[in-house]
């Protein structure tokens, strides 16, 4: 069956048979649909399967409500709106408020904890989206150190939401809402569907703002996964300021997926130019943006993993290792002395940090990763504030005399000078 052979081709054999298993209707009354759906709703990946496992019946009622409507089988209940979206709100505790102008985005970052402002904050939303803010009438008296578990739509996270649109035709809608990365898919509240807040608030928006939507969002929701402007599914290893850096050399911007060409290599945000022999950052980090003197890059694979061995033209080496997502998973380098300031902030992913010959980590170094157990810098003099700020790796070889901020390493290090 060429439904099958397909899927099993672009997403593996084991959704191959789940497929099979779920949709034998689709698959005998309308041969090379069921291909066709899967490949219009999510990008192609062996990993899929996986991401699904737990929620079958949910993906199973997507899959077949978006077959129904292709064959012209469904029919979407009609809901008659005569409220506007500011009243249809009230009913929920919410004040709405349009923001026009950039003075209007900043009155509310005071409703966000140090570390959890939007990225809406850093400007420049107003050119690319529609930017509302919904406050409920006791978000001010609601504290954030009293939710030590934070969950993404618990009485904190939605008591102030941002809801956007985009600027375009298909008013993509992202609903934000207030704990900002320390919670699941923060960008997909109400798994940005409107009326999971109130019934009708969809229709009304479209009705008395204009803000009609080309694709709505079904409550089926993947974890770590994001929707582009036409409602396809794709894999995302980062979200930095509202671009998604995804598996396969894809990057997410104002809603629009771009395929990098094919010798690059995208490491969660950095490109590694195959071609041009240089290394680029989709976001400020000093080091590889000044990785200007490479001689070589060479590619090699090793089960799941990609090595890229980086020869210097002094014929120092770094060494990065990728998992099967691109995900840089270890570093080593005897070429960077000094790191400067938020080298590697934004990675998640890396167990194994080496720099031999490393004498200054600047401020923010690896801030946000969470899962280093080897931090090897065996000369380095001082280590600067926010080094792994969320981890304390199993692993920790630094010279007796380094100093060392104590908010560092999770803030268990405890010590300013080690003796």
């Not at 084991?14 to 759906?37: A, V, W």
């Not at 709703?41 to 997507?62: A, R, W």
Request: proline share 3%; net charge negative; charged share 30%.
């Amino acid at each position: 069956m060429i439904d099958l052979k397909v899927i099993k081709k672009k997403y593996g054999e084991e959704m191959m048979h789940l497929c099979r298993d779920l949709f034998p209707t689709i698959l005998s009354d309308n041969k090379g649909m069921l291909q066709e759906i899967m490949l219009n709703l999510f990008y192609p990946s062996h990993e899929l399967i996986n991401d699904i496992k737990g929620k079958e019946y949910e993906f199973q009622n997507y899959i077949t409500k978006y077959y129904q409507k292709m064959i012209g089988n469904y029919q979407e209940k009609e809901i008659i709106v005569n409220l506007t979206p500011e009243e249809l709100l009230r009913k929920k505790g919410y004040t709405l408020y349009e923001c026009k102008s950039e003075d209007d985005i900043q009155k509310f970052k005071k409703y966000y904890a140090k570390g959890e402002e939007l990225c809406t904050f850093g400007g420049g939303r107003l050119d690319t989206d529609y930017v509302y803010f919904a406050v409920k009438d006791n978000a001010l008296e609601l504290k954030r150190e009293d939710f030590k578990n934070p969950k993404r739509q618990d009485e904190y996270g939605v008591s102030v939401i941002s809801i956007q649109f985009s600027k375009n035709d298909s008013h993509y809608l992202s609903i934000k809402n207030r704990y900002n990365h320390k919670v699941d898919d923060p960008d997909a509240t109400f798994s940005n569907n409107l009326d999971n807040i109130i019934e009708g608030l969809t229709e009304s928006f479209a009705k008395f703002k204009g803000m009609k939507q080309a694709v709505i969002n079904d409550p089926f929701e993947l974890k770590g996964y994001t929707k582009d402007e036409t409602g396809k599914y794709y894999k995302y290893n980062y979200e930095i300021d509202n671009v998604y850096y995804c598996p396969n050399n894809i990057i997410i911007k104002n809603n629009k997926a771009r395929e990098l060409p094919n010798w690059v290599i995208l490491a969660d945000y950095f490109i590694i130019d195959l071609k041009h022999k240089k290394i680029l950052s989709y976001v400020d980090d000093p080091i590889f943006n000044n990785f200007t003197d490479i001689e070589d890059i060479k590619v090699t694979k090793e089960k799941d993993d990609k090595q890229i061995l980086i020869t210097h033209k002094n014929q120092e080496e770094t060494k990065i290792t990728l998992n099967k997502n691109n995900q840089i998973t270890s570093f080593e380098s005897n070429y960077i002395k000094n790191t400067g300031s938020s080298f590697l902030k934004e990675n998640r992913y890396i167990q194994k940090i080496i720099l031999p010959k490393c004498k200054y980590i600047g401020p923010e170094f690896m801030y946000y990763n969470e899962t280093c157990e080897v931090f090897e810098v065996p000369i380095c003099e001082e280590i600067g504030h926010h080094v792994l700020m969320s981890v304390k790796p199993k692993i920790i070889n630094i010279s007796d005399y380094a100093r060392v901020e104590d908010d560092s390493f999770g803030g268990l290090y405890n010590v300013w000078w080690t003796i």
